[in-house]
């Protein structure tokens, strides 16, 4: 079984940054590409970024992209989000994801393990 728990969520001004975690345990070996999804009040889960397995080829939603960084330390099992320049539509409870291919996808029905998720929330 694996495990994965987010991080780094809260309250920030628009205009601020966060960095989200994703912390990787037990099977490691299950996830190998991972991403970031989020889900606002009334909205169904969309694609903010996802990460190949050895981190070099990432893939980013339009609507973030230039703002939004992911990254991976796979010597740390760990998993990131930098998000830059936030909006208060950036509010949303933030998912990682995971799944044993390789590369990312964009659907959500392609993950296989997910986090609890972490509230983002962003004041105008």
């Known amino acids: 079984q694996v495990t994965l728990v987010e991080s780094g969520g809260g309250l920030v001004q628009a205009g601020g940054s966060l960095r989200l975690s994703c912390a990787i345990s037990?099977?490691?070996?299950?996830?190998?590409?991972m991403a970031w999804f989020r889900q606002s009040a009334g909205k169904e889960r969309e694609f903010v970024s996802g990460?190949?397995?050895?981190?070099?080829?990432?893939d980013v939603a339009e609507s973030v992209k230039g703002r939004f960084v992911v990254s991976r330390d796979n010597a740390k099992n760990e998993a990131y989000l930098e998000m830059d320049i936030l909006t208060p539509e950036a509010t949303a409870v933030y998912y990682c994801?995971?799944?044993?291919?390789?590369?990312?996808?964009?659907?959500?029905?392609?993950?296989?393990?997910w986090g609890q998720g972490t509230q983002v929330t962003v004041s105008s």
């Open positions: 994801a995971g799944h044993a291919r390789h590369y990312p996808s964009q659907r959500d029905e392609d993950y296989t393990t």
């Open positions: 037990g099977r490691t070996d299950y996830v190998a590409a």
């Open positions: 990460i190949s397995y050895n981190g070099g080829y990432t």
